[in-house]
């Protein structure tokens, strides 16, 4: 796809949200390079995914040093296709990855060491082709690492011009308080806080979401469709060729119990009756919070990413509507 050439009318097919106090804009559905794009995937397939994210005004695309199979090999793909479809439009788009999971052997290729973070940046640049990355994450809070030093290697990468803006990920409660007091102090604010969050994970609620709201930091939430529950895929049972039947990924049949389908099929009747998928519904649930800057979904198809855009549409939920949801929600 050398002769790719984005559609003109991208940006008026996609809603931006402001992350925090800061200047920067994220779409409301943001790609995320967690599957599909390890090197078992179709490099061809991996580029129409991307070019028709970007054609739909989805201008943000978040990896991490481990995504692939094999590790490293999401970034690699996805430098590919940035040099052969986006090298010109690098300026229109906001590329972010992190460490903080294992990513090589021995003692230095885990965790939140400064010498892992500051080996991890410059390895992801040379896996993608990149001068800088947008945002750089650390991907999960290290207890064996003092705070200080995470944060202070986060800042320093900054200050190195090796990114734009930190992040963290999977960090909560006091723990986030005490992270974004350390990066304020050290000039390096947190620009978002990326943590699991979809309408049966919930938890950000209480000990994410009211922290970056006092302190002006963004909220990105990954899985928000529950890796595929809140889809009407497994409704009538687990298909063939599905995750779950290939033995793949987080989700187990064991996860499918007979409270959660009972939920998601409820929630199904929901979004049919808002003219939505459940997917739709799903992510314009989380959407309905200003505090939520983006939510990141993933893609095996074109398609399947263009019905999840379809969210942003969403006219937002009556109160009738929220109370059933809340209620559906709540049943145990």
Not at 212 to 225: H, K, N, Q, Y
Request: proline letters at 4%.
């Amino acid at each position: 796809m050398a002769d790719y050439t984005p559609d003109t009318s991208r940006y008026e097919r996609m809603q931006y949200r402001r992350a925090g106090n800061s200047g920067i804009m994220l779409p409301e559905i943001s790609l995320g390079l967690w599957h599909n794009f390890g090197d078992a995937d179709d490099l061809r397939l991996c580029t129409r995914i991307i070019t028709t994210a970007f054609d739909n005004g989805i201008t943000h695309f978040d990896l991490a040093n481990n995504y692939g199979p094999e590790p490293g090999a999401a970034e690699r793909n996805f430098g590919r296709i940035l040099r052969d479809n986006l090298r010109s439009r690098r300026d229109e788009l906001l590329i972010s990855t992190k460490a903080g999971y294992y990513m090589w052997e021995g003692p230095y290729g885990d965790f939140g060491s400064r010498k892992y973070l500051m080996a991890s940046i410059d390895q992801s640049l040379k896996r993608m082709g990149l001068e800088y990355v947008d945002i750089f994450y650390s991907h999960r809070y290290d207890p064996e690492t003092p705070l200080e030093e995470t944060m202070g290697a986060l800042s320093d990468i900054v200050r190195q011009g090796k990114a734009l803006y930190v992040g963290l990920s999977n960090y909560r409660g006091q723990v986030l308080e005490r992270a974004l007091d350390i990066l304020a102090e050290n000039g390096t604010p947190c620009l978002l806080e990326q943590s699991r969050y979809s309408m049966l994970v919930r938890g950000v609620e209480e000990d994410t979401l009211p922290v970056l709201e006092r302190a002006g930091v963004g909220m990105i939430a990954f899985s928000p469709l529950a890796q595929g529950l809140l889809t009407d895929r497994y409704i009538g049972g687990i298909p063939d060729d599905s995750r779950i039947a290939k033995g793949v990924g987080f989700l187990r049949r064991e996860h499918l119990t007979e409270p959660v389908m009972r939920k998601v099929s409820e929630l199904n009747e929901v979004a049919a009756r808002r003219g939505q998928t459940l997917a739709e519904m799903a992510l314009a649930w989380l959407l309905r919070d200003g505090r939520v800057t983006s939510v990141l979904v993933g893609a095996s198809s074109p398609e399947q990413l263009i019905d999840n855009i379809k969210a942003t549409e969403s006219a937002g939920f009556d109160v009738t509507e929220t109370e059933e949801i809340e209620a559906i929600l709540a049943d145990e």
